[in-house]
């Protein structure tokens, strides 16, 4: 009996130990999608995405489907994480940033927008892109159920950064062009509140809500800064960062807040409560825009395009543990177990 027992723990505790710490999926601008294991942290597979310049990622609470958007094609691409299987769905001219809740898809698009995607060897400049004639932008809402578009939501031009409430009732969409953060009814899409953030700074892109809904968070690229709203939408700080920051997220306790501030080449930590700056890395890394925790929360993996890579950060010492070569300008990065991120949630 006692043989037995010891039999049973030293196989439970083998499991344990080796369990499987899950996923990384990277889209890369002039590829598809790079599938890095959390166990190895080395790239194990290739996704072919059916269309091209893919941007922004998502992933349903089940990690069946995986959600692209795809610059160059104006579609999403939703793929079956086991079969590869690929549908396009057409959502709206350049769309860029995916979130995935309640069974549905929702990508911002930017119709204002006169970049195209970079011909073979060539390196499109975002700053390039023409922004003079602000065109109304769309959220538009795809069904996975039903595979197709169901609505859209009207928004400001160049539409960004796409959030949820706390609640579940509202959508929290940045806007690059007029300066705004505007909020929607979750189900009407409704315009409930514009806020302007020009009296604060320009080219509102990240934005995040804190993990207990207290407050929003919105980077603020071309004035060097991040807002913070109050539950209300209603301004409460305004803090520094280094030069032209994007991606941002809390860690998943809400007490400390992230940052990449692209041409800085810095990751920013600040206080989660009264926004101090903590600390920072240099990451030598060129344009690092999006990042996400690993699912167990020990460590940051942040995309830089322009370097070709994905560092590999411990969450606490904010020391590169690895450099992790991905080719072809790694644009958006999540995991499978769900994580929080600059693009997604935990589940």
């Given at each position: 009996?006692?043989?037995?027992?010891?039999?049973?723990?030293?196989?439970?505790?083998?499991?344990?130990?080796?369990?499987?710490?899950?996923?990384?999926?990277?889209?890369?601008?002039?590829?598809?999608?790079?599938?890095?294991?959390?166990?190895?942290?080395?790239?194990?597979?290739?996704?072919?995405?059916?269309?091209?310049?893919?941007?922004?990622?998502?992933?349903?609470?089940?990690?069946?489907?995986?959600?692209?958007?795809?610059?160059?094609?104006?579609?999403?691409?939703?793929?079956?994480?086991?079969?590869?299987?690929?549908?396009?769905?057409?959502?709206?001219?350049?769309?860029?940033?995916?979130?995935?809740?309640?069974?549905?898809?929702?990508?911002?698009?930017?119709?204002?927008?006169?970049?195209?995607?970079?011909?073979?060897?060539?390196?499109?400049?975002?700053?390039?892109?023409?922004?003079?004639?602000?065109?109304?932008?769309?959220?538009?809402?795809?069904?996975?159920?039903?595979?197709?578009?169901?609505?859209?939501?009207?928004?400001?031009?160049?539409?960004?950064?796409?959030?949820?409430?706390?609640?579940?009732?509202?959508?929290?969409?940045?806007?690059?062009a007029d300066?705004?953060?505007?909020?929607?009814?979750?189900?009407?899409?409704?315009?409930?509140?514009?806020?302007?953030?020009?009296?604060?700074?320009?080219?509102?892109?990240?934005?995040?809500v804190s993990?207990?809904?207290?407050?929003?968070?919105?980077?603020?690229?071309?004035?060097?800064?991040?807002?913070?709203?109050?539950?209300?939408?209603?301004?409460?700080?305004?803090?520094?960062?280094?030069?032209?920051?994007?991606?941002?997220?809390?860690?998943?306790?809400?007490?400390?807040?992230?940052?990449?501030?692209?041409?800085?080449?810095?990751?920013?930590?600040?206080?989660?409560?009264?926004f101090t700056?903590?600390?920072?890395?240099?990451?030598?890394?060129?344009?690092?825009?999006?990042?996400?925790?690993?699912?167990?929360?020990?460590?940051?993996?942040?995309?830089?395009?322009?370097?070709?890579?994905?560092?590999?950060?411990?969450?606490?010492?904010?020391?590169?543990?690895?450099?992790?070569?991905?080719?072809?300008?790694?644009?958006?990065?999540?995991?499978?177990?769900?994580?929080?991120?600059?693009?997604?949630?935990?589940?």
């Amino acid at each position: 009996m006692n043989l037995l027992k010891i039999t049973l723990l030293s196989i439970l505790l083998f499991g344990c130990g080796n369990s499987d710490k899950g996923k990384a999926y990277v889209t890369s601008q002039k590829g598809g999608i790079s599938v890095i294991d959390l166990n190895s942290m080395e790239i194990i597979e290739e996704i072919n995405v059916g269309a091209t310049f893919p941007r922004g990622i998502g992933v349903t609470n089940d990690g069946k489907y995986l959600i692209t958007a795809n610059k160059g094609d104006a579609n999403l691409s939703i793929i079956n994480s086991k079969t590869k299987e690929v549908k396009n769905i057409d959502v709206g001219i350049n769309p860029e940033f995916v979130r995935v809740n309640k069974g549905h898809v929702f990508v911002s698009t930017e119709p204002s927008s006169k970049g195209k995607p970079p011909e073979k060897g060539e390196i499109m400049h975002e700053e390039e892109e023409d922004d003079e004639d602000k065109i109304p932008a769309k959220v538009a809402v795809v069904n996975l159920a039903k595979g197709e578009k169901v609505r859209e939501i009207t928004a400001g031009p160049e539409t960004e950064g796409i959030e949820f409430s706390k609640d579940g009732k509202k959508i929290i969409v940045t806007n690059e062009a007029d300066n705004s953060i505007t909020i929607h009814d979750y189900e009407s899409g409704a315009l409930l509140k514009t806020f302007s953030t020009e009296p604060y700074g320009l080219r509102p892109r990240g934005i995040k809500v804190s993990p207990d809904g207290n407050f929003y968070v919105s980077t603020l690229e071309f004035s060097n800064n991040f807002i913070v709203l109050d539950k209300e939408f209603n301004h409460v700080k305004t803090v520094k960062t280094g030069k032209s920051p994007y991606g941002i997220s809390f860690n998943s306790k809400g007490d400390k807040l992230y940052v990449a501030a692209g041409r800085a080449r810095t990751l920013e930590v600040f206080d989660g409560k009264d926004f101090t700056k903590i600390k920072e890395l240099k990451t030598e890394g060129k344009r690092c825009w999006h990042f996400t925790f690993t699912p167990d929360n020990k460590n940051i993996m942040l995309a830089c395009g322009r370097s070709d890579e994905v560092l590999l950060i411990d969450a606490e010492t904010l020391n590169i543990k690895k450099r992790i070569p991905v080719a072809g300008i790694p644009w958006g990065i999540i995991t499978y177990p769900k994580a929080i991120g600059s693009l997604d949630q935990e589940k």
